[in-house]
């Protein structure tokens, strides 16, 4: 018995790619998911490969991925030709949610999508957001991305008239630690409309504006 | 000082016309609201409006209101033109969900989206839900509810390629008394690109489908 | 052995008076304080008395109690002369929130203190809190009250240098049922120096108020 | 006084066997109980013994031990006969839940009970678990090992009529960490009749299993 | 539409009948499920009926029905000839769990197991439950109700051979509110091979069960 | 079958007496219990029975109880003869706590044992507690009971030398629902020493100092 | 300012001594108070003073103390002369709940008490604490410590007259992990009058039976 | 784009200037950030910055700023001229929980306020406090901070006029862990009128004084 299967009809099905979340997997389980892959002439998209699991793998492999460790994400097979530019922004509350809001970039351009990055336009300065307002509504799509309270993701949704992807993060503490009031918030938001994803994941957000583009048949061309 | 100030430009701004939430607002401030709507001629969504306190509304403000007991919503000023059909699709896990599910549907008619309604697919009779996906497949947008274990969501976002929208339901007991269990599983789910929303949120969920559907250019033509 | 031994001396010790908590007290308890206070000559404040439980008061307890439905608040002995206007601003993010925002300030009314209340500022229309900026601004504290994602106090905090005391409440469902979720956007709050008092605790709010105007000594000229 | 008294007696009582949970366990402790087995000529399985903790046993214990570090297992004295076979299965929904997949072979083939083991058959790509449908149904007992949404268990438990025990595992992050997420969807599924045990207990599962086993008079022969 | 569609090939699949879980349905779907199984001939077991919305069925629904108040069951179409009979023991740690043992019994009932009911025998007075063991050891299965701190599923699984399947209660008050106690309880149990049920869920227990028994080749003559 | 099985042998064992807790209990259930009792001449003492389903018992039960609604609790049998006075004082901290400091002294009063009740002597009036140290000092066990944030604990414990038993209450709203709060305040007290009960649990702490006592030889005779 | 006060009067105020906490504490805050006790002549028990914090304290405050690493205990100045034998029993679930037992019995010696230590006496097995029983019962006080699901402090207390302090322990997995089961168990045990005291505090339940043993007239003769 | 924009118009706006929290951010990202500051000669207070990243900076970064272990703060560009002094005092109730104390105090040494510091006023000890409540009263606002069961908030609000400013502390075991015990008991305090931040966070409660004496006119000058 090999110890995965991976599912290369995903995209056909669902029309994004299959990827592995590497968290909970030992360093041989990955080497043997690249070899296969690799094998299969299929590229591939790592997620949560923290850098002391990254190190500990095969040589042949680390040198097959590339790999960015303040997103912990790995590709294998190189970024394909952009097939959108301009559709997605992602909007990131603090400093500290950087990470996340670059899984969900790279993630996109795993699939073809350049997304635009708006970094620390948090809500305790207000003017940081309002000053790029006019930008955020020029795209379909827009990924929030904050932790702490996640007070930006009812500010955005009620100025804007976008999908709107919210991406709770861990950052913070006290009550904050782990992400739920992050979570919670955006969960609960009195601007309506908002579309909620895991905590940390930046992934998710990046396929569900996928999931969200293709749903526009003009996007598809 | 009036106890209410209604937010008129929303649907420019976003999109999606404001709404009023009733279970935690008196009869007496739902009267007055009525009434300020009913002056200004503007049509007016009012939502969790329970049978009990429906009937303790002042009789001009019943006479006014569509009301539909099982979603508890209200709509004054009747619906608009339909401006789109058989884009969205409502799947519902169970019978017990369906007053989510049309709460859902009764927002985006109100919106002039005709929305497709699927009824008692759950996961426990799988071929129910498999009958069911071509027809799912067709529509750009699907709102998924279901309580429980909400394991409709990974089955459901497993199989199709479109904007997926989890409505985690309150129906069940135990562990999953109050919804946590369903919404955790749409949050974690191993078929990825979910967007979820607040547990019984149908409301939240029809107008994340609305900005989804004005996302697309095309759509709004 | 008598059930109660009121606190008379706490206003000499702490500034505010001495007030009854309702909701786990029996009608008879109730009864026998407000005689054992109207004996005294004292003044008195009641909260969290609901309107079932204040009708079954005795008919002299009843008529000695100026009450107020909505607050669930009572007072005995009638209001002082004010001591205090314009100094403490009660921002209200709903309709729902207004009992929440009355108590405190009937709470601050008992202690002679005359707030001004703004209702209906919520975030999802961010327009009618930037509207009210300069008028907020002339106050020296600011009472927030927000339920659901609690968003307001953050906005607010990070545009107003007053000192700001957030209270939660538990309007809203799903993940805001019971007012967590609002109470841990406020003390996660990454605008900084938010003050931050129980769910849908109006009359603790307004008692910090009153030690914070204390505070000042030219407050109490 | 010892710091220990095993409980021989228990296969007699129960039909499984005593075994040492050693997570909490000093390595000091733990040598000890293996000199008193030893020294008994008792067979012993331990559990949760990480590899650190391995590594600080005495020579004569780590020698006398056959131990696996994926799954944390040591077992002391050889396998048995096998005394049945092809009679329980353990599916497994990701790669990162073999840990404790086969934390449960290992405790049944301590028993005497070769299990079938089928990995990364998750409900992301349902076709991987409806291909092996047929294998799975001609088992007894099937034990279903499952994080992050567990929604494999109701999907698994609607399509087949035997004894199904559901683990679920602490693979996951945000709302799913820790498992809680899949515990729950396991004990609040739709389709009836699951069976669960402790999050990541595969050991629990096999003894859940051999009760079942041993419930069939027929299974004793 | 209509609003359900019923699971009818689920013995078949399974090996346990659809039934209706009654308490986030409405009477009117209720009564349409009623006549619906009545014009195909199908028995159906109804659960979580509570007396009031049961009295608020149609008559001939009434008529047609086999209530019982205590374990909110009903029963449409009679029970079965039984197939099995001191197979399965129900053994209730307090007379507050009863409703709950009861509801088992009736599951079982209606797919023709007959089981013996032990009730009263909690840990709290030991030798009740020790002078029984003799009796609940001659069955195959054994179904332990019990709510408060669930020490009874420790102390039986520890003295039995026999599979176990814990039902925890939602008995009990301040921490044990709710049954989550009792439910951790069985699932951290240092007995081990316990298999855990969702709280109060009596039903659930009689269909693990019947997928025990049914997994016992012998037991299916 | 008979519903129950009364531990009339616990008093021998454990020197308190079976008592009948009611809230999950029927009125026939209480029924019946009461008429077992009386016929063997048994004494009785019931809690958490509520004045709704009081009323509900038949007249012969109603009749032989003396029941007492604040407290929620019966006494079948009358009291005995006091066996010990002075030893135990039950401090409590709220007028709103006084229901559960008297179930405690019913209970000891079912005992023979009589205690000393001081109500409000909540530690937001420091000096009503200070005034009365002296008086607790002289007895060998302290029942403290408080509710909100039960800061009571800590200050007696850290005052006297007797043993204390905290009972901490559902009194309160906010964070101090449900009386958690009071209970993990009281088990994580700087005051070192405190022995805790469950919420609520007058009764169970009646027990715990009645142990206390028996503990004493002296006690005894 | 000095960055401690110690409360050496304590003991003449409560009748147990002051000790010391230090898992939050610097090691030069330690370093700092055993010098200051060390020259008021002072003995002194130090609590969670983990093996690495021990290896950073200054060589001189080391070799003052007598530092026991399982139990993370430290006592500076030596044992008292016992006072008193016998009393007190620690009964112990598990191997793996010793250190908290003997943290237990090491602030018992700190203050004259010298208790008996059970260990492994665990339900699971539960003929070794029947066969303990007579022994358990010649003691005024038991201390059960126990993890996992904690039914030893209901099977414990409803078989033993003794005073019945429960400590749960942060002993196990998944539900159970944290302690929080065990705790919650203690709790809502049916088994009535037991005390319990925080997760893991084994030192809080030697100053409970300290109290309880003062409390007792006879007992500090 | 630069991964931050700092807020410089902060201290215009709320009165506090911007400062840097620094636990989710790289060693890279501060060093930027201090980089960006010097360039514009702004000083900058950073919080949260643990010993190990402290030493991850570049040389001139660690060269440039003020750094304090314990209280994991750094100053950049020196402290102020004082503003006010004896207006604020922070009372600390253990040893553990100075480094929360001094976090507030180094930040209102940032801002030009001088804080007294009372350490180790414990509620154990209840002499302690008394002896210091002249010299408390003689203050504008009080910062206390307390961890475990949080008594000391409650009982100092009952004693003092002042402003009170709750600063919970993750100090504690078990129930206690993480602080929500005490940050619970702040909020749910029976004296009225506490102001609460967040656990751990004495920047933020040291921003609350500075609002609270910024609304004294008289402090401005």
């Not at 500990?56 to 590709?75: G, H, N, Q």
């Not at 976008?162 to 009550?175: E, F, Q």
């Amino acid at each position: 018995m090999t110890e995965f299967r991976l599912d290369w009809q995903r995209a056909g099905r669902t029309g994004t790619s299959e990827a592995v979340l590497c968290d909970a997997k030992s360093a041989a389980q990955i080497d043997a998911i690249i070899t296969h892959a690799t094998e299969l002439g299929q590229r591939l998209l790592l997620t949560r490969l923290g850098a002391r699991k990254f190190s500990r793998l095969s040589v042949p492999a680390r040198e097959a991925l590339d790999y960015d460790a303040p997103t912990r994400t790995a590709i294998l097979g190189g970024l394909p030709e952009p097939r959108g530019t301009g559709r997605v922004v992602i909007v990131c509350g603090g400093t500290s949610d950087l990470p996340v809001a670059r899984e969900a970039a790279r993630t996109l351009a795993f699939e073809g999508e350049v997304a635009t990055l708006l970094a620390d336009v948090g809500v305790a300065g207000l003017w940081r957001l309002i000053e790029r307002l006019d930008d955020i509504r020029s795209h379909r799509v827009v990924i929030a991305v904050a932790g702490m309270e996640g007070a930006l993701f009812s500010v955005l949704a009620g100025l804007v008239p976008c999908a709107v992807i919210a991406v709770p993060t861990s950052v913070g503490y006290g009550v904050a630690e782990g992400g739920r009031t992050a979570l919670h918030a955006a969960l609960a938001s009195c601007a309506s409309g908002l579309a909620v994803v895991n905590i940390d994941n930046g992934f998710g957000a990046a396929h569900a504006a996928l999931r969200i583009l293709g749903a526009a048949p003009s996007a598809a061309t």
